[in-house]
């Protein structure tokens, strides 16, 4: 399989012809033609209604299916199906909290072959995953929730994504936190950025 980072939580996972991208948002995604799409929740950085066209093949919690203008598979924890020769495990439900005062959002997660997982906006509690793709900022995130996850839930790999709010100062920051914790918790960090991929 073939991993490909995107701007902020937008990842493109292909094996042979087959394509998925997951949660093409409103700060940017690649071209979604002949992908099918897999999307964790409806925050508009996760998903952007304007680039979901009739005719594409998507997968969306409840939530999402009632926001955006095309029809799609709706999925829910414990939900399996395939796509080609990739077979995918939906997990979770809820979204990170917020704040105590905003309602908790729906929110799921999507298991790759068994091996590579993006969590959306949660820290989904798989341990020894193969691949899992890390939130490492935003309002519901700190790097202190990164080493709990990581010491709790190693995987043997992970990719910081969820970081498009962060300038280039904060980046380097978070490279530096990552590989320190990558290298205590035994996790081994490829720090991907926008547009490079990585085979597994």
Not at 86 to 101: Q, R, Y
Not at 114 to 131: A, C, N, S, W, Y
Not at 186 to 194: K, T, V
Request: net charge negative.
């Amino acid at each position: 399989m073939k991993i490909t980072r995107h701007i902020h939580a937008c990842v493109e996972i292909s094996q042979g012809n087959d394509r998925i991208i997951i949660d093409p948002g409103t700060f940017g995604a690649p071209d979604l033609c002949g992908a099918t799409i897999l999307v964790t929740h409806n925050h508009a950085d996760h998903v952007d209604p304007e680039l979901l066209k009739p005719g594409m093949t998507i997968y969306a919690p409840r939530s999402v299916a009632h926001s955006i203008p095309v029809e799609c598979h709706i999925v829910e924890h414990g939900r399996n199906f395939t796509v080609g020769s990739l077979s995918v495990e939906v997990l979770g439900s809820e979204h990170a909290m917020l704040t105590h005062s905003m309602p908790i959002a729906e929110n799921v997660g999507y298991l790759i072959n068994g091996r590579v997982l993006h969590p959306g906006d949660t820290f989904q509690p798989i341990k020894d995953v193969e691949l899992a793709l890390v939130p490492v900022n935003g309002p519901w995130v700190k790097m202190l929730d990164v080493e709990g996850y990581l010491k709790k839930f190693p995987p043997k790999r992970f990719i910081g994504i969820h970081d498009g709010i962060v300038n280039d100062r904060g980046l380097a920051i978070n490279k530096k936190f990552l590989t320190h914790l990558g290298e205590t918790y035994g996790s081994e960090y490829s720090p991907l950025e926008e547009g490079e991929s990585l085979e597994i």
